[in-house]
């Protein structure tokens, strides 16, 4: 009686153990479906997770660009000699697309008409420009028109250099004194070397 009662019992718990493992193993498997569910669907974004697109403070621009004057094409000057009765603009530069052949070039860096130190300029030796400056002496006179003023120069020396002695466009290229306001002129020699003629003028009015 005992041994049939044992082996009831034996029975049962063995079926409770199965059956408590299916329960487990089923409810596992649900957790696992549940979790793969979750995985395939998209997180919830936050309204306040949204970046705010920047605001719009001005439509860009469609207007055509205005092209810009070519180096040379503005006169900064207006440069004359009555005793050879002729003028020149004076363009900003000296390289050879600043200046054409009627016009002449101002060497950047040096001063401005009627300023301190020496306002100095290059020309072609052309017929056009500065072919008899040889015929200008002493105390003649060059004047400069800039900014609604005329500027008297008076004519104090004449001499030639090398192409490298770039001395004679310095604020003070004889050693003059300070405070001196000065003009100089750079071309060529008639002989058609590679000497540079300068002319030197010192402010006179203006």
Not at 139 to 149: F, M, T
Request: neutral net charge; charged residues 20%.
């Amino acid at each position: 009686m005992q041994n049939k009662m044992s082996a009831e019992m034996k029975f049962w718990f063995v079926l409770t153990l199965v059956v408590l493992g299916l329960f487990f193993s089923l409810g596992a498997y649900r957790m696992y479906l549940d979790n793969q569910e979750k995985a395939l669907i998209p997180p919830v974004v936050e309204v306040s997770e949204i970046p705010t697109p920047p605001a719009v403070t001005a439509l860009p621009s469609t207007e055509v660009e205005k092209p810009q004057p070519a180096l040379g094409t503005q006169a900064i000057a207006k440069i004359s000699i009555p005793k050879l009765g002729k003028a020149w603009n004076v363009n900003q530069g000296t390289r050879e697309q600043d200046f054409d052949g009627a016009d002449v070039g101002h060497f950047e860096g040096t001063a401005m008409p009627g300023g301190l130190g020496n306002f100095a300029v290059v020309g072609h030796r052309s017929k056009k420009v500065f072919l008899d400056v040889d015929r200008l002496a002493a105390k003649d006179v060059i004047q400069v028109s800039y900014n609604g003023a005329v500027y008297t120069y008076s004519v104090f020396k004449r001499y030639t250099v090398s192409p490298q002695d770039v001395y004679v466009i310095s604020p003070d290229p004889g050693n003059w004194g300070q405070g001196g306001k000065y003009l100089t002129l750079v071309t060529c020699v008639r002989s058609g070397s590679h000497a540079r003629e300068i002319i030197h003028a010192q402010l006179v009015e203006g």
